[in-house]
């Protein structure tokens, strides 16, 4: 039962990102897209209700200031809540809005080590289907409009990356595959975000793994895999490939796409900084109709989303609910890194911490699993049961399920 509550939860959340791909291609419809995230959302919204079933704090720390934290959301969300029929499609549909406020409570999601058995399985299967949907259809990740929408689907592989102790060499070398598919693709398409994001996965998992002496094979042969890969891109035999890969990154890596609207944000934002303007809330930044590599960006005066994690919190709850979040996210991380006793809850802290240095260059707070899979494992650093198991104390309860 477990086992398909998980499935029935990964399938429905990765199902969301598929339908705006299609609308993007112009397979779909507006409406038919709606319709579609909407009946995603009853499985999702089912599966997860049977997977929050962990209540009991170990940490009165993390009690107290969890529950500030949801308060104080609460209180962010009525400022800025809506009655209206479009507006309540948009807190539904638009994973930016609404869905931040609701996914902490993912903290509570059930903790039996089986259970995240079942949820690598799954994850594994969604990079499978990355996998097989990329090589008949390379153009969704070679093309900006699509390509950062379908790779978010794989980000959480990396977690698969970091738990490769517990792993068959199989999945893990293939888990390895994606994300280094996805990263040639983003470096060729000069996503400067997204590729630190994948590349963070990658190296952390190669140190995690080399410490705790993991049999991978794959993190092994990590440093000739590097060499190797520099000698190809620095070849002069393959001067045009290079040219081709990395053309458009070095024109990017240092231009500046940010800097004029964060100067609006924050003027705009000069009175309203300490609490934010709610969950609705908007500051103004005119943008004119303009295409940019095939993707076309409508005529806004008033925008929602400023394209920064911390600046994003800001905006609907200001310097607290920064504040807030970070007083439960960054403990989390250090006792998962640093206070546990197996590469499990490691790997949930280096998520925790991944994502923290992410929502410095966008890392968006959204409905997204690899969002989701942040709270799972803030819940699981906080937990000191756990945290005090051994590696094969985990790993037995992995076998259980014939994980290994």
């Known amino acids: 039962m477990t086992e398909k509550r998980i499935a029935l939860f990964v399938i429905s959340i990765s199902s969301i990102p598929v339908w705006g791909l299609l609308n993007m291609m112009g397979i779909i419809g507006g ?61 539904l549909q638009t994973y930016y809005i609404f869905w931040p406020f609701i996914i902490p409570l993912f903290i509570f999601f059930n903790k039996d080590i089986p259970t995240f058995g079942f949820l690598f ?3 594994y299967y969604s990079g499978i289907f990355f996998l097989v949907i990329s090589l008949f259809f390379p153009f969704l990740i070679l093309t900006r409009s699509t390509a950062e929408t ?25 888990s390895f595959l994606i994300i280094s598919i996805s990263i040639i693709a983003l470096t060729y398409l000069a996503r400067r975000s997204s590729v630190v994001t994948l590349v963070g996965f990658v190296i952390s998992s190669y140190f995690l793994n080399l410490i705790n002496k993991s049999n991978a094979k794959i993190f092994r042969y990590f440093p000739l895999i590097i060499i190797i ?27 500046d796409t940010r800097t004029g609207v964060f100067n609006r944000f924050f003027y705009y934002l000069k009175d309203d900084m300490t609490f934010g303007n709610g969950m609705n809330g908007v500051y103004y930044c005119p943008m004119w109709e303009t295409e940019i ?10 925008r929602n989303l400023i394209e920064n994690g911390y600046l994003q919190l800001m905006l609907t709850g200001g310097v607290v609910h920064i504040v807030l979040f970070l007083l439960v996210l960054l403990p989390s991380a250090i006792k998962g890194i640093f206070m546990s006793s197996n590469q499990f809850v490691k790997a949930c802290g280096i998520v925790i911490f991944l994502r923290l240095i992410d929502m410095l260059l966008y890392g968006m707070p959204s ?26 104390e985990i790993r037995s309860e992995f076998k259980k399920i014939d994980l290994l």
């Open 121 to 123: 399985k799954w994850i």
């Open 229 to 255: 890969i520099f000698f190809i891109l620095f070849s002069s035999f393959f001067e045009n490939s290079k040219e081709v890969l990395l053309n458009k990154m070095t024109s990017r890596i240092s231009e």
């Open 31 to 91: 409406k038919m897209q709606t319709a579609l995230v909407f009946l995603s959302l009853i499985p999702f919204i089912y599966s997860s209700v049977k997977l929050l079933i962990d209540y009991k704090f170990e940490s009165s720390y993390f009690k107290f200031v969890f529950t500030l934290f949801i308060i104080y959301q609460l209180v962010i969300v009525v400022r800025g809540f809506s009655l209206s029929y479009k507006d309540i499609k948009d807190y």
């Open 367 to 392: 409905l997204s699993l690899a969002y989701i899979l942040v709270w799972i494992c803030v819940g699981v650093c906080y937990k000191t049961s756990i945290r005090r198991m051994t590696n094969d």
């Open 150 to 174: 379908f790779i978010a689907i794989i980000i959480p592989c990396g977690f698969l990356l970091l738990n490769a102790t517990y792993l068959r060499t199989r999945k893990v070398n293939i």
């Open 293 to 302: 590599d095939g993707e076309l960006f409508g005529e806004v005066e008033y």
